[in-house]
C-alpha cells in the first residue's frame, strides 16, 4: 500500500508551473517510477471547477487524461469536494468512474485508520465563510449548476477568487499561529468522536505536522498547506506519512 495526498494547487492554467509539476507527477504515477495504490485529491485542486461545464474540462484536459489513465492502471482515486471545486459528481464521480465526497471519511489504508477533509470546516470563527458554504453547497445550487453556462461560471469564479486571496492572504499572514492552534484543535475534537492514527487536512494553506497523544494513544495530524508555498504531496505506506517536495 502507497497512497498519496495533495490539495491547495489551485490551478488556473494548464501552461502555469503547478500544472506542469502536477502532471510530471502523475506521470511519474502512471510510469510506475513511484509506487501508488491510492490517490487522494484532497480539494481545491483547480481554482474553480464547478459541476461538469465542458469549459473546464477543456481547460484542464491533459490534466483530467492523466488522472483518468492512472485509474485505468488501477490506482484507486477519490476526489474529497473544496470549496473551488464544487458539485463533482456528475463529471467526476458520474462520468470518470472517480468516487467523489463532501465531507470527511476515515477509510482504512494498510495497518492505518485514516481521516481525510478539504478542511474547509476547521475554522469555526470564519462566519463569512460559513454562510457563503449554506449557499454553495445549498441543494438548489447543486440542482442548477450544472446548466449554468460554464463561461458564466468561470468568469464569475475568477472574480471571486481574487477578493477572496487578497483578502485571505493578508488575514493568513496576520493569524498563522492562531490558525495552526485550529488545526490541531479540529484534530483532536475529530479524533474524539471517532479515533484514527492520521488526519490529513487542506484548505487552510499552512503545512503543519502535529502528533498529540489521547489516552496514551499516538495521533499524527497534517496539513497539507498550499502550492502557493511550495508544491508538495504526502506519501503514506507501511513506515508512515512522509512529506515530499515535487519539482
Known sequence: MTAWFISDIHLKDINERSSIILLRFLHSLINKERPATH??????????????APVFVRKF??????IHTLKKK???ITYFEGNHDLHLKTYWQDVLGIPTHVDFKIIDLGPYKVRLE??????????AYHRYRSVIR????????????GNILNHMGI???RLSRKHSSVVRDIRQDNFRQM???????????????LIVTGHMHITDDFIFTENDYPVRSINLGSWFDEPKALCLNEKGPE???LS
Not at 478539504?118 to 462566519?127: C, F, S, T, V
Not at 445549498?138 to 453556462?149: F, R
Not at 488545526?183 to 492514527?197: L, M, N, Y
Open 138 to 149: 445549498h441543494p438548489l445550487m447543486e440542482k442548477y449548476a450544472p446548466v449554468i453556462s
Open 183 to 197: 488545526i490541531r484543535a479540529h484534530a483532536q475534537g475529530a479524533f474524539r468522536e471517532t479515533p484514527f492514527d
Open 118 to 127: 478539504h478542511g474547509d470546516l476547521i475554522n469555526k470563527e470564519d462566519e
Open 39 to 52: 490517490l487522494f485529491l484532497l480539494g481545491d485542486i483547480f481554482d474553480l471547477w464547478v459541476a461538469d
Open 243 to 245: 512529506l515530499l517536495a
Open 74 to 76: 488501477g490506482v484507486q
Open 61 to 66: 484536459q491533459a490534466i483530467v487524461d492523466a
Open 159 to 161: 472574480w471571486a477568487s
